[in-house]
């Protein structure tokens, strides 16, 4: 792609050059063909440096590329407006020539204060990250290299908040609570006009689900509505395992979307090594929701229901009746039961004595069973 771009330039510039070349020789011969071959030739070479602008994946600005070429372009029709005009400058050929070569320079110069400011800014916000640390810091540790909030040339428009190196960017869409799609704008780390689907850098947003919905998903939307100017900035690792750039986000009032989502309770705050720039300020953020109950989590608490108690008033409760005593018949030395029986204090002579007693149906063990009840030897008497 790099060839491509460089040929096209070349080509584009070297068919200008020819334009001009011919268009000196035939300068006394300036009729209708000549003409037509000039602009023929120069507008082609135009059209292909404008293209190859557009399509260097290192040109940040194509828009400030096309001024300097217009003014260039200007400027080299005046000088060959001039060539046709040796001699017999009157009034109307100086004013042909000024209303060439004026605009030209204006148009160069403009191109040139636009791309110098930018691209050094950017470069020296660039030198100037910090690195982060090997390791995560404690959500109780202060701020770690933390970036100046002050404007600089190529964000003088953004609102109080936004750091320096902060790219402007428009939001297409919203996807979740931690994701949107956007459209960079203008010099920064992201190329400009390439849509990016951005994931927003230590927060993992909560829900959808039965209690919350996509809270997490209306808030950010509230945050960063469709169509409007946001600024981000990257950390030190660009993108995640699914190829999203990963973000800090200020919107077009300078709100740190990320903390915001996070400090009301619509996300939970992630570490994402090695970024860690803002890393401090956002685990803060969670905390103090943790701790207030802010946000979705908070409302879902309060709406789980209570401990199950029963809502109803109680009815009478029934008054048993006392199990009857039995009424034990103690066995006479001539009544001998088996070694496996109950024995003890009661002896029922037979399953009517234990009936009436109310400790019918007897089990093996139990007091006042015996062999002489259970008929069948099942361990179980007076089971009927």
């Not at 120069?42 to 217009?70: H, K």
Request: hydrophobic share 40%.
């Amino acid at each position: 792609m790099g060839t491509l771009v460089a040929l096209m330039g070349i080509t584009g510039l070297g068919v200008m050059i020819w334009a001009i070349v011919v268009g000196v020789r035939r300068r006394g011969q300036w009729d209708g063909a000549v003409r037509r071959g000039f602009w023929w030739r120069f507008g082609s070479g135009y059209a292909a440096m404008f293209l190859a602008l557009l399509l260097d994946p290192t040109e940040q600005n194509a828009s400030t590329g096309f001024l300097m070429l217009t003014g260039i372009g200007l400027i080299i029709w005046a000088g060959a407006f001039a060539v046709r005009h040796p001699r017999g400058w009157d009034r109307a050929i100086m004013r042909g020539f000024a209303l060439r070569l004026g605009p030209g320079v204006v148009v160069f110069l403009v191109a040139v204060a636009l791309t110098s400011p930018s691209g050094s800014t950017t470069q020296v916000a660039a030198d100037s990250e910090p690195q982060p640390p090997a390791s995560a810091p404690s959500a109780s540790a202060p701020p770690l290299n933390g970036p100046p909030t002050t404007a600089s040339p190529a964000n003088a428009f953004a609102p109080a908040g936004v750091p320096v190196g902060a790219q402007r960017a428009v939001v297409v869409s919203v996807d979740s609570g931690d994701s949107m799609r956007l459209t960079p704008v203008g010099a920064g780390p992201l190329r400009e006009s390439a849509p990016v689907h951005a994931r927003l850098l230590h927060i993992r947003a909560l829900g959808p689900d039965p209690c919350s919905g996509d809270e997490s998903a209306r808030r950010l939307r509230q945050l960063a509505p469709v169509g409007t100017i946001v600024w981000v900035r990257p950390d030190q690792e660009p993108r995640d395992e699914k190829g999203r750039d990963l973000l800090y986000v200020w919107n077009d009032t300078g709100a740190f979307a990320n903390v915001e989502m996070v400090a009301g309770g619509f996300a939970e705050a992630e570490y994402a090594a090695p970024n860690s720039v803002h890393w401090a300020e956002i685990s803060a953020a969670g905390e103090q929701a943790r701790t207030v109950g802010a946000g979705v989590r908070g409302r879902c608490r309060q709406a789980e229901p209570p401990p199950e108690t029963s809502s109803a008033e109680p009815g009478p409760q029934p008054n048993p009746q006392p199990r009857p005593q039995p009424n034990p018949v103690h066995p006479t030395p001539s009544e001998d039961d088996d070694e496996e029986d109950g024995g003890g204090a009661a002896y029922y002579k037979n399953c009517t004595a234990a009936k009436a007693a109310g400790a019918a149906p007897l089990h093996r063990g139990d007091p006042g069973y015996g062999s002489h009840l259970d008929r069948d030897g099942d361990g179980v008497a007076c089971e009927s």
